[in-house]
Each structure stands twice: as structure tokens, then as C-alpha cells.
């Protein structure tokens, strides 16, 4: 699971041994896909955009700047 570190479930969920990927920011669509982005390319991946498909008509895109 996905959460902020500050989200009040979190303990909770530490408790019951969920495991947890904590985030400083929300983890938005936006937030997301700079985080998936970042993960391909710190692995040597060729990446150049992360798009993260929430609905079929709404998705975020990451492209860092030049």
C-alpha cells in the first residue's frame, strides 16, 4: 500500500504488518508517475515519460525537464 507518512492509518497498518511504500508527498497520479519514473531510470532504463492511467479519459504525466 501506498500512503503519506504522515497518514493517521499508517501505524495501523504497521501493526497488522501491512506492507508499506511511505511517500513525503501525497501519492497522486502525478506524484505516482515521477515516482515510477524515477525508479525505471535509476535502474538503467531508457525512460523518457511515465504516464499513469487513472480512467480511461484521466491520467497524469511525468517528463522531467531538460
Not at 506524484?31 to 480511461?56: D, H, M, T, Y
Amino acid at each position: 500500500m501506498i500512503l503519506q507518512q504522515g497518514d493517521p492509518f499508517v501505524a495501523i497498518f504497521q501493526q497488522h504488518g501491512e506492507p508499506l511504500l511511505l511517500m513525503d508527498e501525497h501519492p497522486t497520479a502525478e506524484n505516482l508517475a515521477k515516482l515510477i519514473f524515477e525508479f525505471a531510470a535509476s535502474r538503467g532504463f531508457p525512460v523518457v515519460e511515465c504516464q499513469l492511467w487513472e480512467s480511461p479519459q484521466s491520467w497524469a504525466t511525468y517528463r522531467p525537464s531538460p
